[in-house]
C-alpha cells in the first residue's frame, strides 16, 4: 500500500474503504461478509474507511467491526454530518452523538458536512452556529479533522473551498468528470492550499468498467499496459498528486484484492502521452453513446412515487452503450417485474428529485424519454401481461 499525508502529516492510505455497497442479507448488511473484506484491505495497509449518517446501517455495522477486531486506533473513521436535516444548533450535537454510537467512539478522525451543492447550504449551516460547534469539536479532539463533501459546480466549490479554513475536502473526480462538479480546477485550487482531496466516484459508480461501449473495452483490451479498465480509472486518478485518498465501495474480496494491489503499484507521474491518448478514445466512445450522464449515486431516490430513476436511466444508457437488447431485458429484468411497480410513468413531475441530483439532470425529461425507448408499445403489452400472472392474487379457499 502506498500512503500519501493529510494537513497534520499523518499517512493516509491512497486506496480508501467506500462503506455505501456492502452486500446486503435482506434488509440489512452482511456483516460477516464486510467484515472479511474490510479486515483484507486492512491487513493490506488500508486505513481510512468512509461512511455516513444516511448509508443505511453502515455505521453501526463498521463500528461493530472496528470493535471486535480492536483496530479503531489503528484506523481512521470518516463520516458525516446529514447537513441537509440540520435546522437548529442542538441538531448537530444530536446527530454527531447518534453517529458516535454507531461507530462505537468517542471521537471521528474525519467529519465532512455531507453533500453541499451550493454556497447557500454552507451558509445555512453557518446560521445555526456551525462554525462555533466545529470548533469546540475540534478543541475537545471529539473531531480530529473537519471537511466537506462536495457535488455541485466548480465556482460554488471554489467559494466554499476558500470560506473557511479547511482541513480536507471530498470530490466526485474520474477521467469523465475533469470539467465537471469541481474539477481539475477545483482539485488544483484545493492542493494549492494545502487541503487534501478525496475522491469519490473514481469509476462513475461502475460506469467507467461496466458499461464501456465494445470499442472502449478493445482499445483497453489491446493496450499493452494490460490494465483492467477499473484500473485505468484507479491509475488516472494515482497519477496526479493532488490526489490524496481514492475511495472505493468495495463489496468483493476479488474487488478488494484489486484494488490493493493497483494502490501498491500505482506511481504519481507514471502516465505517458499515450496513456493519455487511449483514455481520450475511451471518453469519445463513451459520450458519443451514452443518453444521460447519470452516476447511479441515488441521491434522487426515494422517488414518492416510486420511480426507479437510477435504475431506467442505466438501462436506457445501456440501449446505447451495449445494445438495444440488452437495455430491454436489463429494464425488464430489474424494473418492469419488480413487485412494486417502478415505471417513469408513475412521476407526478413534482421535481423533488432533481433538487437532489448532483449532476444536475433535468430528470423529468429524460425519464419521459427513457420511457419511450425503453418500453415500446409491444413491450408495454408484454410487460403489463406478465406482471399480471407474476402478481396476481393467490386463489382464496374455496366453499363448496
Ligand atoms: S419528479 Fe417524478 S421522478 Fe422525480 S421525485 Fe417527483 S415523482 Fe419522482
Ligand atoms: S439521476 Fe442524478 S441523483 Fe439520481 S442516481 Fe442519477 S446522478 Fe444520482
Same mark, same amino acid.
Given at each position: ?166 482541513? %480536507? ?161 436489463? %429494464? ?69
Amino acid at each position: 500500500m502506498k500512503y500519501r499525508y493529510d494537513k497534520g502529516k499523518n499517512e493516509l492510505s491512497i486506496l480508501g474503504f467506500g462503506c455505501m455497497r456492502f452486500t446486503k442479507n435482506g434488509a440489512s448488511i452482511d456483516l460477516d461478509k464486510a467484515e472479511k473484506e474490510i479486515m483484507t484491505a486492512y491487513q493490506a495497509g488500508v486505513n481510512y474507511y468512509d461512511t455516513a449518517y444516511i448509508y443505511p446501517g453502515s455505521e453501526t455495522a463498521i463500528g461493530e467491526i472496528f470493535e471486535r477486531n480492536h483496530i479503531r486506533d489503528k484506523i481512521r473513521i470518516a463520516t458525516k454530518l446529514p447537513q441537509y436535516l440540520i435546522s437548529s444548533n442542538a441538531a448537530l450535537d444530536r446527530y454527531f452523538k447518534e453517529e458516535l454510537t454507531r461507530l462505537r467512539t468517542d471521537y471521528v478522525d474525519y467529519y465532512l458536512m455531507h453533500h453541499l451543492t451550493d454556497v447557500a447550504m454552507w451558509e445555512k449551516l453557518k446560521a445555526v452556529g456551525v462554525l462555533e460547534w466545529i470548533e469546540e469539536k475540534k478543541r475537545s479532539g471529539a473531531i480530529r479533522n473537519i471537511g466537506f463533501s462536495y457535488h455541485g459546480n466548480t465556482e460554488n466549490f471554489l467559494t466554499i473551498l476558500n470560506d473557511y479554513d479547511w482541513d %480536507f475536502c471530498q470530490i466526485q473526480y474520474n477521467y469523465l468528470d475533469e470539467v465537471s462538479q469541481a474539477g481539475a480546477k477545483g482539485l488544483k485550487a484545493a492542493a494549492a492550499k494545502g487541503i487534501p482531496v478525496v475522491i469519490m466516484e473514481p469509476l462513475r459508480g461502475g460506469k467507467l468498467v461496466n458499461m464501456l461501449p465494445e470499442n472502449a473495452k478493445a482499445a483497453i483490451r489491446s493496450n499493452s499496459r494490460n490494465w483492467s479498465a477499473a484500473e485505468w480509472g484507479l491509475r488516472w486518478l494515482y497519477n496526479q498528486p493532488e490526489v490524496t485518498v481514492v475511495l472505493s465501495g468495495m463489496n468483493s474480496l476479488e474487488m478488494v484484492e484489486e484494488n490493493c494491489r493497483i494502490a501498491s503499484q500505482a506511481e504519481v507521474g507514471e502516465f505517458t502521452e499515450e496513456d493519455f491518448a487511449l483514455l481520450e478514445e475511451v471518453k469519445r466512445s463513451i459520450r458519443e453513446k451514452e443518453k444521460v450522464g447519470c452516476t447511479g449515486c441515488r441521491y434522487c431516490m426515494p422517488c414518492p412515487k416510486g420511480v426507479d430513476i437510477p435504475g431506467i436511466f442505466r438501462c436506457y444508457n445501456a440501449m446505447y452503450i451495449e445494445s438495444k437488447g440488452q437495455g430491454r431485458s436489463q %429494464f425488464i429484468q430489474t424494473v418492469g417485474l419488480t413487485k412494486e411497480p417502478a415505471f417513469a410513468t408513475q412521476c407526478i413531475e413534482c421535481g423533488k428529485c432533481e433538487q437532489h441530483c448532483p449532476q444536475n439532470l433535468p430528470i423529468r425529461q429524460k425519464l419521459k424519454e427513457a420511457d419511450r425507448a425503453l418500453r415500446p408499445l409491444p413491450y408495454k403489452v408484454a410487460i403489463t401481461i406478465a406482471r399480471k400472472f407474476m402478481f396476481r392474487k393467490p386463489a382464496g379457499p374455496s366453499h363448496r
